[in-house]
């Protein structure tokens, strides 16, 4: 089969493993996304599965013309060339082979009963045992054309099909001169017989059906028909015209007609009448749906297909092609549609259950449970027409309905009803309830007032006026008492039942808006329009996110499933799954129905449309427990299969932009997934080119999956589409966390700094100021969002105050009793955003619904400079203290690729941190300089003194319980940081120094001098703190790094002349030589007693050590100052990742905290603009040039 049943679809939570019956997969637990070897297994599933779905091939080695299956189901006979007729054995895989000379078989038709086997020429037919193909007589047919044949059981009479008629052939008469009798006259394409009725098809067009009680029908084709056939159940009748298909009653009323993309061979139509298979001469199966009216293409043969045969379970279908192949596959099952023929006018589902609820005729209400044959109950019936409106409210069980006069409330259960008697007619266009079935609200569409509803007393509570013009949608907002609505005027408004003063406008749409839904978490607003786009929206920051425009046709519904992600159907019939968390397209389909409602049951098992004839109900392939892949032409998805099966094998495959929009389900894999899986580089740079997406699932991320099976070129290439890819879509890679940026770093790509400076953007504004004070720059700000508010960088600028919306009250409307006037919405003239803002020196909280007012007074404290904003597209959890932070700092200090460093994005991160936490590696240096003062004064004024021991041992010890702190903290990075060794010298040195002393050893004075030696050593790293003498301590470092070749030679050479010395003077020994040869590298030295030779050796040394090497020592300091210089940014940031490091390994932050937007606002700096005007510069140069043309 072609679907396989996978237990339940993949959760986040869920670790345990599901298996399925025979011949299903199992569907692995949830993927780390650093566990390459889960994703590996998953794929070879997938590879295993579609490789079952695609046929099992013989090579006869003959071009087959016509083929047959025997009665067994296992074996056939097949003509090849010009006369041979070939028998396949199952068993063993042979090929018998006949060869009838000197004429051309064409058909061949089997007597099961007698074992009998009849192969037609143009002028004869021959009887052969069908074991041995042995011929046992041949008849003649004389002057006659033979283009078909065809055998009846009962009658034991062949049928043949003549230039000009059709004739039988009573072949139980054994005689030399057998009887032949013209049945019809005239010229036909093809003709059926069965039980003594007869289908002809006219070379005309015409096609006739002949009862045996001599009725007769007709039907008129537009061309002749290739085809005629009975169903296998002999209830319906099929034709083949060209390349359509036509299936008629037995009375030849035609039912359906269905257009293939080549032409067919051959028909079938299953027992049960749901499915149409034909053979088509582009070497695929058609397997045709006729309930959902939906064709699957199956790729098989490389050339026409002659012939096929489905067995009589429907499980397999064999195929022979002119390829030479014999082929055998699984035949293809798939649920269909259930449907339910009705003249609806809305509908919903009742809550979690496979039962709708829907409208009839604008007065019946009845229920129809999608699981049984059974007819709808009716429920309700009304007196008066109901409006095209209806609310089940789950919380309540209720259900909401509106008649014009009142609005009705009707348990499901006890079918009690309540209602709201309305004072005069109204229309209702809309019914809403919160999230705690508190309240409800209706919208008039004549007026469109709102109306709000208390549900526990069915009374009224709020009445509202906003919009121009119609109200068509309404969302209640989790969390909170406010609601949103969208209309005609292209608006959508934000109203709070409780403070009616407050509400405000989101305008962005070019068309009216006709559908609005929210997120999970209710943070987010989700709004359709009749101008083909979606746009989400934060609605309490008053913020437009993104705009989603691959519709092509207005949207009709939206819908957020449970997983947080986003259904969008159009009044074309497409429907596109999206991921929230990237905003990202997973996949694209289509159905064959031109909806007018649309709707999903609240499990998001099913999702059912509905036009005015009818309610077709699908279940919903996103939350389906099949492997299956879905697309916008699912008669495609075979070769989609094979495209994929290709692709996983390593097989070399062009890339083709179609496949952009298809998904493997249920793991949402789009095709990017299985090219990033394979190291395809250049299909993913051309899907990316042709605005395909990095679209996340529950298990992985194209991203990820080429960053942990380390491709580096297809590394090379996200990187470099990177810029584009945000430019289309700035949450492009918003799915992608710190494991990815940790793994990256410690790859340390080539092209890693690329990437980083792509991923932190400069972002133009339009509301934000084009100056600031240089005394506020520059403004780290860590956003929930990705877009930058004004509000978050400069909240004391009076200009960027955002604005409460006035309300004035309408005196033309009716007064109602105990309930505010209706309000009349003025435009707003700016939006404001409250997020978590970290400013300079300061840090700012802004809460989310704080409406209170800033001062007006715009204060001026400095020189005004031009900015400009950087908005990172990757959230990052870097609290201080945190684990992300902490591995993330150590992954950029093990980065290979130090250029990173110099990235805009990496500085600002290191800088803020830096800013905040330098602190306290600054009173960790205080300590330490407290540690260096008690150990000066111990040695000058105290030294050998208890007292001053004792107060010397107690500073050092306290000292040490920092180390000893870091080390239980983080052990491991403990020991990887040079300057921890020399905590844990001086500790045991200092110890050591307490024991002598207390002894009085006499080796009380080299623990003291070690100790001094290793405490001021110790102390240069403290000059790290300040950016003068940070310069100084890595040149230091640097240049002892590179000193390491030198003073090997130097070393080997010192001691090579010590020793030939000692053997000139036979009195010294070799530790006198070698302090007289060191000595002599520092230009001291005595020549008296020299002889010839100890002169020549003198000389040598002194050339060799003193110029050559001293010199080659200060080239080497030279090179070392060089490049320290050159890369002393770089140098800077290490250094300060290391010591931030140091402390947030000690500061250990148990608070997760949360996933933010880095965003940073600073000076323009002179080589932007200049590289600005530039660009501005060449592209009116470019105008100019055009215009000229």
């Known amino acids: 089969m072609e679907i396989t049943q996978v237990g339940e679809i993949p959760k986040q939570k869920n670790k345990k493993q599901h298996s399925i019956g025979d011949g299903g997969m199992e569907l692995t637990a949830l993927v780390d996304t650093k566990n390459v070897s889960s994703i590996n297994k998953m794929m ?22 016509e083929a047959l299956i025997l009665p067994d189901d296992k074996n056939s006979i097949f003509l090849c060339g010009t006369s041979n007729i070939c028998k396949t054995y199952s068993e063993t895989d042979q ?103 007869w289908l002809l098809a006219y070379s005309s ?51 359906s007609k269905f257009q293939l993309q080549a032409f067919p061979s051959q028909l079938f139509m299953t027992s049960d009448e749901k499915y149409i298979i034909t053979s088509n001469s582009d070497g695929k199966i058609a397997i045709i749906d006729t309930m959902a009216e939906e064709i699957i293409q199956i790729p098989v043969h490389h050339g026409q297909i002659v012939n096929f045969y489905v ?38 589902f009742f809550g979690d259950q496979p039962v709708i609820i829907y409208m009839e005729d604008l007065k019946s209400i009845k229920m129809w449970n999608i699981h049984t044959n059974e007819l709808p109950n009716e429920i309700y019936k009304s007196d008066r027409e109901l409006n095209k409106v209806m609310l089940y409210i789950q919380e309540k069980d209720l259900l909401a309905l509106c008649n014009g006069y009142e609005i009705l409330f009707m348990n499901i259960q006890t079918n009690e009803i309540s209602s709201i008697k309305i004072s005069r007619k109204v229309s209702l266009s809309s019914f809403a309830a919160d999230e705690g079935g508190l309240y409800i609200t209706t919208i008039s569409s004549e007026n469109s007032y709102i109306y709000v509803y208390d549900l526990n007393n069915y009374s009224i509570v709020q009445r509202f006026k906003g919009h121009e013009g119609k109200i068509n949608c309404q969302v209640h907002l989790k969390g909170s008492t406010m609601f949103a609505t969208g209309g005609n005027d292209k608006k959508i408004i934000i109203w709070n039942i409780k403070e009616p003063n407050s509400a405000y406008k989101l305008e962005g749409h070019a068309l009216p808006v006709v559908c609005i839904t929210q997120t999970r978490e209710g943070n987010k607003i989700i ?42 159907f159009s009044i074309d019939g497409t429907l596109i799954y999206w991921n929230l968390r990237a905003y990202a397209k997973v996949f694209r389909t289509v159905v064959n129905i031109e909806p007018l409602v649309f709707c999903m049951s609240k499990n998001n098992k099913f999702i059912a449309f509905a036009d005015m004839e009818q309610i077709k109900v699908l279940d919903s392939p996103m939350f389906s427990n099949e492997l299956d892949v879905i697309g916008p032409v699912m008669q495609d998805k075979y070769e989609y299969m094979d495209y994929l099966l290709k692709v996983l094998k390593g097989e070399k495959v062009a890339y083709n932009a179609i496949w952009n929009d298809w998904a493997v389900l249920p793991y949402q894999f789009n ?87 792509s991923i932190f953007n400069k972002c133009l504004i339009e509301d934000f100021p084009k100056f600031a004070d240089i005394q506020d720059l520059p403004i780290v700000v860590f956003s929930s969002t990705v877009n930058p508010v004004r509000e978050n960088f400069f909240p004391n600028d009076a200009g960027t105050i955002a604005q409460k919306l006035k309300f004035e009250k309408n005196a033309t409307l009716a007064h109602l009793n105990n309930i505010n006037d209706p309000l009349l919405l003025k435009t707003p003239k700016g939006s404001m955003n409250f997020n978590e803002s970290l400013l300079k020196n300061k840090t700012c909280d802004f809460e989310d619904d704080n409406d209170e007012e800033n001062d007006d007074n715009e204060e001026t404290s400095g020189e005004k400079v031009p900015i400009v904003v950087y908005v990172s597209s990757i959230r990052m959890n870097i609290n201080n203290g945190c684990k992300e932070s902490i591995l993330f700092i150590e992954s950029l200090i093990k980065c290979p690729n130090k250029e990173i460093f110099k990235t805009k994005f990496i500085q600002t ?14 009173i960790q240096a205080m300590c330490y300089g407290l540690y260096l003062l008690v150990l000066s004064f111990y040695l000058i004024f105290k030294y050998e003194n208890l007292n001053g021991l004792i107060a010397f041992l107690i500073v050092g010890g306290l000292l040490s319980v920092y180390d000893v702190i870091q080390m239980y903290q983080a052990f491991s990075l403990f020991w990887k940081d040079v300057w921890n060794y020399f905590d844990i010298i001086r500790l045991f040195i200092l110890i050591s120094y307490a024991i002598t002393y207390y002894y009085d050893h006499k080796e ?186």
């Open 527 to 568: 709004s359709g329009s009749k101008d083909c786009t979606i746009k989400v929206w934060a609605w309490r920051e008053k913020q437009m996110l993104i705009s989603l425009d691959s519709h092509t046709s207005p949207i009709l519904s939206i819908i957020v499933d449970k997983t947080n992600h986003l259904t969008s």
């Open 671 to 757: 095709t990017m997934y299985f090219y990033a899986f394979t190291n395809m580089y250049r299909h993913i740079k051309s899907s990316i080119r042709d605005s395909a997406s990095l679209t996340p699932c529950y298990f992985t991320d194209p991203f990820s999956l080429i960053t942990y099976k380390k491709y580096q070129k297809a590394l090379n290439i996200l990187f470099e589409c990177t810029k584009n890819l945000l430019q289309r879509n700035m949450h492009s890679l918003s799915f992608l966390n710190e494991d990815v940026l940790i793994k990256l770093n410690l790859q340390g790509h080539s092209q890693l700094h690329k990437f980083y400076n």
């Open 909 to 922: 991160i290191l800088t803020h941190k830096w800013g905040k936490l330098k602190k306290y590696q600054a």
């Open 311 to 348: 067995d009589s379970t429907i499980s397999h279908i064999t195929t022979y092609g002119h390829d030479s192949k014999i082929a055998k596959f699984i035949f293809p099952i798939k649920k269909s549609s259930r449907s339910l023929l009705c003249n609806v006018n809305n509908f919903v």
């Open 44 to 65: 070879r599933k997938i590879k295993s599965r579609f490789e079952s779905v695609f046929p099992i091939y013989l090579d006869t080695g003959y071009k087959i013309r």
């Open 1004 to 1189: 009380k004075e080299h623990c003291m001098t070690l100790l001094m030696i290793i405490s001021l050593l110790r102390g240069i790293s403290f000059f790290r703190l300040f950016n003068q003498t940070r310069y100084m301590t890595q040149l230091l470092v640097n240049v002892l790094k590179d000193m390491k070749s030198f003073i090997i030679l130097l070393t080997y050479s010192t001691i090579s002349f010590s020793m030939i010395a000692m053997v000139q003077r036979k009195d010294r020994s070799f530790t006198n030589e070698l302090k007289v040869s060191f000595m002599m590298n520092l230009g001291e030295f005595n020549t008296e007693g020299f002889d010839g030779l100890s002169w020549v050796i003198f000389m040598f040394m002194s050339v060799l050590n003193v110029i050559v090497l001293l010199n080659m020592l200060i080239a080497i300091m030279g090179e070392t100052f060089s490049r320290v210089r050159e890369r002393s940014e770089i140098a800077d940031f290490i250094e300060i990742a290391k010591m931030l490091l140091e402390v947030e390994t000690v500061m250990t932050n148990t608070n997760k905290g949360k996933k933010k937007y880095l965003q940073l606002c600073e000076q323009e700096s002179s080589v932007n603009i200049t590289d600005e005007l530039t660009k501005d510069i060449k592209a009116v140069k470019k105008l100019l040039k055009n215009l000229s043309k």
């Open 205 to 255: 067009g015409k096609i006739e059906k002949l009862n045996s009680n001599g009725d007769c029908f007709s039907y008129d084709l537009p061309e002749s028909a290739s085809l005629v056939k009975y169903s296998r159940s002999s209830k319906s009748v099929l034709a083949s015209v060209g390349k359509s298909v036509y299936l008629f009653t037995l009375n030849l009323k035609l039912i």
């Open 95 to 197: 090929i018998l082979t006949k060869n009838i000379p000197d004429v051309k078989i064409s058909k061949l038709v089997i007597d099961p009963q007698s074992n009998l086997l009849y192969c037609s020429s143009k002028f004869c037919v021959f009887e052969l045992k069908i074991e041995t193909l042995e011929i046992i007589r041949k008849i003649p047919i004389p002057n006659n054309d033979i283009r078909r044949i065809a055998y009846d059981l009962s009658t034991k009479l062949l049928f043949a099909s003549c230039s000009d008629c059709i004739i039988s052939i009573d072949v139980k008469d054994q005689s030399e001169n057998i009887p032949i009798k013209i049945i019809f006259k005239g010229e036909f394409s093809s003709f059926k017989y069965s039980q003594e009725d």
